[in-house]
């Protein structure tokens, strides 16, 4: 077999891009183009060489690829393209030759023939440097705890805000997901169980709802070395949005539409007719109360017979439809020269909600959102040494709901949350309580209820919510390589504004109760049929963000020295609606230095302040240092462990601040209070003045020292790479309320800096990528526990250690031990009586902690065990000639939640409430053995429904959440039509839960708007 060699033949031809457009309006797509101009012309062989195979490597938009490894796959030497992206490798034919570069699929190629042309798919751009705040890191030589991903991983989730699309992908980020309402629906987040500071290219702004497709990379910054520069926000970590900017190259266009549908996740599983009352009368028996329901009544709710006086409404199926449309349209263009680079996107959603709307009306009253997005990142080269940059961003949120108003703000927006009360009535209404219409048509009600389910869905008008927000970035970069070698300045003035309003349309409806005479059916109403109202806006919620920034940096090589150093200026201005301007100022700077990538150490720190502590008292300091060593570099492991590419240790300490502080909380203020006359006849009326919440004058940030150790593990050329990392996080001076405090003074305690918590845990992460032959896979996984337990609470005398929140863990639930159920009288006899309450068998009974013999307030105890919570998240995929899948499951352990409310209990609102099916397994004489619920009682139980350990679900899951599929048709096939590619996927969010509970899901419960189960289908096209 013949040896491989490289023979490039020609000069190198490096091409010249220049600017052909202009930008035209932000709301449709630059059109500039970039060409190459001609230089000399290419030599080429006029002759094959036997055994000698060469050819052109290029993306799918013809760019030639440089640096594209090539060997053949029985041999040892490697071969390079060239800047053109040509190559010779010499090779015999049938042999298989390999072809590999970061970022693209690796292919195999049999060899036939003298020339092979390949054309190369994107699958993940090299992550050779690591975003950190205010620049970029070389990824060798950080020793921060950082974790990214990117927009491959984004794109695959059909999302309304970005961070949903998280849930999983890092280690150390957790999300839970309160509601599915939509607009509405973003997940939480929490950074080593800290919410984290938010930033959208380097600017500290909240913009969650952001289409995938303009990110770049999503960035966590974990430790304080990390998050020193950040001041009084680093305490929580933070979290870096960065989007997407133009490079050197021809024009590229890139559209994507996608449809889907939404089905709720879980709804709770209610009773019919026939069993609600069947058990609605056992609880009255199990009252001492006489039974309401006869065996008529029951045999009608059973057949249906009488639809109208023994109704039997499946309020879910009603009111709700089966699923909802999800649409989403995007289409970006970038490219640019080498004096001008651009990227522009517009995107466009539609997520309708699950609500059935009616034919009557000729308004909305469905819960939809609509939100339309343009951003345009744009860098000019001024000159060689000066560069601009200009970010815009606009979006415009368009949401409608039913007319039940509830207007309040929610996620920084003005928006109406009366769906939930809809979502509250469909939970709580029994089958049985009235018919969804009379005969003639006419909404059923009575006196009980007066509001019709599916007439606050359709009948009582709607809302509007509006909300525009709008941002500009504009810096100004100078390299001074003309000055001194490796310094730049930066110069960066943002502006960042919102508006959101809520017009309510409301009007009222009546409900009829018909009764079967004589003379056929009467009616009685309730209520008054209305018309629409005009409505009023209610602009609530208005937010102005200034910011504005001075940097400069130095980042030189001497020999085997390199030294980074950056330093930061910058002040930030918030104003909310009425409120007086929050100011942060912030100094800032970090020093870094390696010795040949091998010994790696790093300060930082801040001096920051913020305008609503004392004079005085505004500013403090922030230090954090870090030492890394990479192991891997070490001669005596580089030079006979060639597997090992990468082992290294590092660690770093810190103190961070977290500016929790009220509304200039050091001032005593003053607010009328009652009046009273004065003088002769009917006197004059005065106001008396009274004194608030008492003022701290001696307030100031909570902070928190941080530790971090960790291990890079890269092996087998990085193709398996490993990351662990252990935190341990002190957080003290925490803002509370003291205890220990009196009423005696008439007044109410203000906040102070007392408590202390302990953040500690372990962040993994592993990842594999190979290729067999053609068929290229991946495997990464990540998990993160978390312990956080109080340290010191002020708080008011427990005379025992297990009522004390002190040692506990922060989201620690207090109540009462379960021990089962009361059996019969004699169990009752002997057992401890509980304060207040007379037992009767099938009732809870509850552990006597301190043996008085009474249940009371001392057998108080935590319900939760102090184990850290566990979250994880394994994905996993292939590619393989076009076709391409990717996965991730996520999940949660050691978690439990709360179920108690009207969801979990039966017939609340005094007897007018629903009845569920974990009832139907309720304590009887007959199922006393194997019941796991207690007897029922009509209304609120004060023994059974007391808060303990009974009503502790697990909250133990794993979700399938997210899953692709997609095919890309052969670049050949898509040439032929002039584009550059044409990919079809089919994709879905939260496809299946595994959990110990199938009667509700584990983090969206109760009586909310469900979370949403997406099946979604799209095409992608490029040219």
């Given at each position: 077999?013949?040896?491989?060699?490289?023979?490039?033949?020609?000069?190198?031809?490096?091409?010249?891009?220049?600017?052909?457009?202009?930008?035209m309006?932000?709301?449709?797509?630059?059109?500039?183009?970039?060409?190459?101009?001609?230089?000399?012309?290419?030599?080429?062989?006029?002759?094959?060489?036997?055994?000698?195979?060469?050819?052109k490597?290029?993306?799918?938009?013809?760019?030639?690829?440089?640096?594209?490894?090539?060997?053949?796959?029985?041999?040892?030497?490697?071969?390079?393209?060239?800047?053109?992206?040509?190559y010779?490798?010499?090779?015999?034919?049938?042999e298989?030759?390999?072809?590999?570069?970061?970022?693209?699929?690796?292919?195999?190629?049999?060899?036939?023939?003298?020339?092979?042309?390949?054309?190369?798919?994107?699958?993940?751009?090299?992550?050779?440097?690591?975003?950190?705040?205010?620049?970029?890191?070389?990824?060798?030589?950080?020793?921060?705890?950082?974790?990214?991903?990117?927009?491959?991983?984004?794109?695959?989730?059909?999302?309304?805000?970005?961070?949903?699309?998280?849930?999983?992908?890092?280690?150390?980020?957790?999300?839970?997901?309160?509601?599915?309402?939509?607009?509405?629906?973003?997940?939480?987040?929490?950074?080593?169980?800290?919410?984290?500071?938010?930033?959208?290219?380097?600017?500290?702004?909240?913009?969650?709802?952001?289409?995938?497709?303009?990110?770049?990379?999503?960035?966590?910054?974990?430790?304080?070395?990390?998050?020193?520069?950040?001041?009084?926000?680093?305490?929580?970590?933070?979290?870096?949005?960065?989007?997407?900017?133009?490079?050197v190259?021809?024009q590229?266009?890139a559209?994507?539409?996608?449809?889907?549908?939404?089905t709720?996740i879980?709804?709770?599983?209610?009773?019919?007719?026939?069993?609600?009352?069947?058990?609605?009368?056992?609880?009255?028996?199990?009252?001492?109360?006489p039974?309401?329901?006869?065996?008529a009544?029951?045999?009608?709710?059973?057949?249906?017979?009488?639809?109208?006086?023994?109704?039997?409404?499946?309020?879910?199926?009603?009111?709700?439809?089966?699923?909802?449309?999800?649409?989403?349209?995007?289409?970006?263009?970038?490219?640019?020269?080498?004096?001008?680079?651009?990227?522009?996107?517009?995107?466009?959603?539609?997520?309708?909600?699950?609500?059935?709307?009616?034919?009557?009306?000729?308004?909305?009253?469905?819960?939809?959102?609509?939100?339309?997005?343009?951003?345009?990142?744009i860098?000019?080269?001024?000159?060689?040494?000066?560069?601009?940059?200009?970010?815009?961003?606009?979006?415009?949120?368009?949401?409608?709901?039913?007319?039940?108003?509830?207007?309040?703000?929610?996620?920084?927006?003005?928006?109406?949350?009366?769906?939930?009360?809809?979502?509250?009535?469909?939970?709580?209404?029994?089958n049985?309580?009235?018919?969804?219409?009379?005969?003639?048509?006419?909404?059923?009600?009575?006196?009980?209820?007066?509001?019709?389910?599916y007439?606050?869905?359709?009948?009582?008008?709607?809302?509007?919510?509006?909300?525009?927000?709008?941002?500009?970035?504009?810096?100004?970069?100078?390299?001074?390589?003309?000055?001194?070698?490796?310094?730049?300045i930066?110069?960066?003035?943002?502006?960042?504004?919102?508006?959101?309003?809520?017009?309510?349309?409301?009007?009222?409806?009546?409900?009829?109760?018909?009764?079967?005479?004589?003379?056929?059916?009467?009616?009685?109403?309730?209520?008054?049929?209305?018309?629409?109202?005009?409505?009023?806006?209610?602009?609530?919620?208005?937010?102005?963000?200034?910011?504005?920034?001075?940097?400069?940096?130095?980042?030189?090589?001497?020999?085997?020295?390199?030294?980074?150093?950056?330093?930061?200026?910058?002040?930030?201005?918030?104003?909310?609606?009425?409120?007086?301007?929050?100011?942060?100022?912030?100094?800032?700077?970090?020093?870094?230095?390696?010795?040949?990538?091998?010994?790696?150490?790093?300060?930082?720190?801040?001096?920051?302040?913020?305008?609503?502590?004392?004079?005085?008292?505004?500013?403090?300091?922030?230090?954090?240092?870090?030492?890394?060593?990479?192991?891997?570099?070490?001669?005596?492991?580089?030079?006979?462990?060639?597997?090992?590419?990468?082992?290294?240790?590092?660690?770093?300490?810190?103190?961070?601040?977290?500016?929790?502080?009220?509304?200039?909380?050091?001032?005593?203020?003053?607010?009328?209070?009652?009046?009273?006359?004065?003088?002769?006849?009917?006197?004059?009326?005065?106001?008396?003045?009274?004194d608030?919440?008492l003022?701290?004058?001696?307030?100031?940030?909570?902070?928190?020292?941080?530790?971090?150790?960790?291990?890079?593990?890269?092996?087998?050329?990085?193709?398996?790479?490993?990351?662990?990392?252990?935190?341990n996080?002190?957080?003290?001076?925490?803002?509370?309320?003291?205890?220990?405090?009196?009423?005696?003074?008439?007044?109410?305690?203000?906040?102070?800096?007392?408590?202390?918590?302990?953040?500690k845990?372990?962040?993994?992460?592993?990842?594999?990528?190979?290729?067999?032959?053609?068929?290229?896979?991946?495997?990464?996984?990540?998990?993160?526990?978390?312990?956080?337990?109080?340290?010191?609470?002020?708080?008011?005398?427990?005379?025992?250690?297990?009522?004390?929140?002190?040692?506990?863990?922060?989201?620690?639930t207090?109540?009462?031990?379960?021990?089962?159920?009361?059996?019969?009288?004699?169990?009752?006899?002997?057992?401890?009586k509980?304060?207040?309450?007379?037992?009767?068998?099938?009732?809870?009974?509850?552990?006597?902690?301190n043996?008085?013999?009474?249940?009371?307030?001392?057998?108080?105890?935590?319900?939760?065990n102090?184990?850290?919570?566990?979250?994880?998240?394994?994905?996993?995929?292939?590619d393989?000639?076009?076709?391409?899948?990717?996965?991730?499951?996520?999940?949660?352990?050691?978690?439990?939640?709360?179920?108690?409310?009207?969801?979990?209990?039966?017939?609340?609102?005094e007897?007018?409430?629903?009845?569920?099916?974990?009832?139907?397994?309720?304590?009887?004489?007959?199922?006393a053995?194997?019941?796991?619920?207690?007897?029922?009682?009509?209304?609120?139980n004060?023994?059974?429904?007391?808060?303990?350990?009974?009503?502790?679900?697990?909250?133990?899951?794993?979700?399938l959440?997210?899953?692709?599929?997609?095919?890309?048709?052969?670049?050949?096939?898509?040439?032929?039509?002039?584009?550059?590619?044409?990919?079809?996927?089919?994709?879905?969010?939260?496809?299946?839960?595994?959990?110990?509970?199938?009667?509700?899901?584990?983090?969206?419960?109760?009586?909310?708007?469900?979370?949403?189960?997406?099946?979604?289908?799209?095409?992608?096209?490029?040219?």
């Amino acid at each position: 077999m013949m040896k491989p060699y490289l023979k490039v033949k020609g000069r190198h031809v490096y091409g010249k891009f220049l600017l052909k457009g202009l930008m035209m309006a932000m709301f449709f797509p630059i059109s500039l183009s970039a060409q190459t101009n001609k230089g000399s012309k290419e030599t080429k062989n006029s002759t094959d060489i036997p055994g000698v195979v060469k050819g052109k490597l290029t993306n799918i938009y013809g760019e030639p690829l440089f640096g594209v490894n090539i060997r053949s796959k029985t041999g040892e030497t490697v071969v390079s393209s060239d800047n053109k992206g040509e190559y010779s490798l010499m090779i015999d034919s049938g042999e298989v030759a390999i072809f590999s570069l970061k970022g693209y699929l690796t292919q195999e190629v049999s060899i036939s023939g003298n020339k092979l042309n390949l054309v190369f798919t994107e699958s993940e751009k090299p992550q050779l440097s690591v975003y950190r705040l205010y620049d970029t890191q070389k990824k060798a030589t950080s020793i921060l705890s950082t974790e990214s991903v990117y927009t491959r991983d984004l794109i695959s989730s059909p999302v309304t805000a970005i961070n949903n699309a998280l849930t999983g992908r890092m280690s150390g980020l957790t999300t839970l997901q309160s509601t599915g309402i939509p607009g509405l629906d973003a997940a939480e987040f929490s950074l080593r169980g800290q919410n984290p500071t938010i930033l959208i290219n380097g600017v500290p702004r909240d913009v969650s709802s952001i289409d995938p497709e303009e990110i770049e990379s999503v960035t966590v910054l974990k430790d304080a070395l990390a998050t020193a520069m950040l001041g009084l926000r680093g305490s929580g970590g933070a979290i870096m949005i960065t989007t997407k900017k133009g490079e050197v190259g021809k024009q590229k266009i890139a559209f994507t539409a996608q449809t889907g549908l939404q089905t709720p996740i879980r709804l709770p599983k209610t009773l019919d007719a026939f069993n609600y009352a069947t058990l609605y009368n056992e609880a009255l028996n199990n009252d001492g109360k006489p039974a309401i329901y006869t065996p008529a009544d029951l045999e009608a709710y059973r057949t249906g017979s009488d639809p109208m006086g023994h109704p039997n409404v499946d309020w879910y199926k009603e009111v709700m439809r089966n699923n909802a449309p999800f649409t989403r349209y995007n289409l970006s263009t970038s490219g640019g020269g080498n004096n001008a680079r651009y990227f522009v996107a517009v995107d466009y959603l539609d997520q309708q909600g699950l609500l059935k709307t009616s034919d009557k009306n000729t308004y909305n009253t469905n819960s939809d959102f609509k939100r339309y997005i343009v951003r345009t990142n744009i860098d000019v080269d001024l000159n060689k040494n000066l560069t601009l940059n200009l970010n815009l961003f606009g979006r415009i949120e368009n949401g409608n709901a039913p007319g039940t108003s509830f207007i309040g703000a929610f996620g920084g927006r003005t928006v109406n949350l009366g769906i939930n009360t809809i979502f509250n009535a469909l939970a709580t209404t029994p089958n049985s309580a009235y018919p969804l219409f009379n005969p003639d048509g006419s909404l059923g009600g009575n006196k009980d209820f007066q509001n019709n389910v599916y007439g606050l869905s359709t009948q009582a008008g709607y809302t509007l919510s509006y909300m525009r927000e709008m941002s500009a970035d504009l810096s100004l970069k100078r390299t001074m390589d003309d000055l001194v070698k490796g310094l730049w300045i930066k110069g960066l003035v943002t502006f960042n504004t919102n508006l959101s309003e809520a017009t309510s349309r409301g009007k009222t409806f009546a409900v009829y109760q018909g009764t079967n005479g004589p003379s056929g059916i009467t009616y009685q109403r309730f209520g008054t049929d209305g018309t629409i109202s005009a409505g009023n806006s209610a602009n609530t919620n208005q937010y102005k963000n200034f910011y504005s920034e001075f940097s400069a940096g130095y980042d030189r090589s001497f020999g085997d020295h390199h030294v980074h150093a950056l330093a930061s200026a910058n002040v930030q201005n918030i104003s909310i609606y009425s409120d007086l301007p929050l100011t942060y100022n912030t100094l800032a700077g970090t020093l870094s230095y390696d010795y040949k990538e091998k010994y790696l150490a790093e300060v930082a720190m801040s001096y920051s302040g913020l305008n609503r502590y004392p004079d005085g008292k505004s500013y403090g300091l922030f230090p954090a240092v870090g030492l890394g060593w990479n192991i891997a570099k070490e001669g005596f492991i580089a030079d006979h462990v060639k597997w090992l590419n990468t082992l290294k240790l590092r660690s770093t300490y810190g103190r961070t601040g977290n500016a929790n502080v009220g509304y200039f909380v050091y001032n005593q203020y003053f607010a009328d209070g009652a009046g009273y006359y004065f003088g002769p006849g009917s006197g004059t009326f005065v106001y008396s003045v009274g004194d608030q919440t008492l003022a701290n004058p001696n307030v100031t940030w909570e902070k928190a020292d941080k530790f971090n150790l960790g291990v890079d593990v890269g092996l087998f050329n990085d193709k398996l790479t490993l990351t662990a990392e252990y935190y341990n996080n002190k957080f003290f001076d925490l803002m509370q309320t003291r205890g220990k405090s009196t009423s005696i003074i008439g007044n109410t305690y203000p906040l102070e800096n007392i408590g202390t918590t302990r953040y500690k845990g372990i962040d993994l992460t592993a990842s594999y990528r190979n290729h067999v032959n053609n068929f290229n896979y991946f495997l990464s996984g990540n998990v993160t526990s978390n312990n956080k337990i109080i340290e010191y609470q002020d708080e008011v005398f427990r005379e025992y250690d297990w009522m004390k929140r002190t040692g506990q863990r922060t989201d620690q639930t207090f109540g009462y031990l379960a021990n089962g159920f009361y059996q019969n009288a004699a169990d009752i006899a002997n057992s401890p009586k509980t304060v207040g309450y007379i037992p009767i068998p099938g009732d809870l009974k509850y552990k006597d902690l301190n043996n008085d013999g009474i249940i009371n307030q001392f057998d108080v105890t935590g319900l939760k065990n102090n184990k850290p919570m566990i979250y994880y998240g394994l994905s996993f995929g292939f590619d393989y000639k076009g076709f391409d899948f990717s996965a991730l499951l996520q999940g949660a352990a050691n978690r439990t939640v709360y179920m108690g409310g009207p969801t979990q209990w039966e017939f609340q609102n005094e007897g007018k409430g629903q009845a569920f099916e974990q009832h139907l397994n309720r304590w009887t004489p007959e199922t006393a053995a194997t019941a796991t619920y207690p007897r029922l009682s009509i209304g609120a139980n004060p023994n059974n429904q007391m808060t303990s350990s009974f009503w502790l679900r697990s909250g133990n899951y794993m979700r399938l959440k997210n899953l692709e599929v997609g095919y890309s048709l052969p670049q050949r096939l898509a040439a032929k039509v002039k584009l550059a590619s044409i990919r079809v996927f089919a994709n879905g969010m939260n496809l299946y839960t595994f959990s110990d509970s199938k009667d509700y899901d584990p983090e969206t419960f109760g009586v909310s708007y469900p979370a949403q189960r997406i099946v979604n289908a799209g095409i992608t096209i490029k040219l």
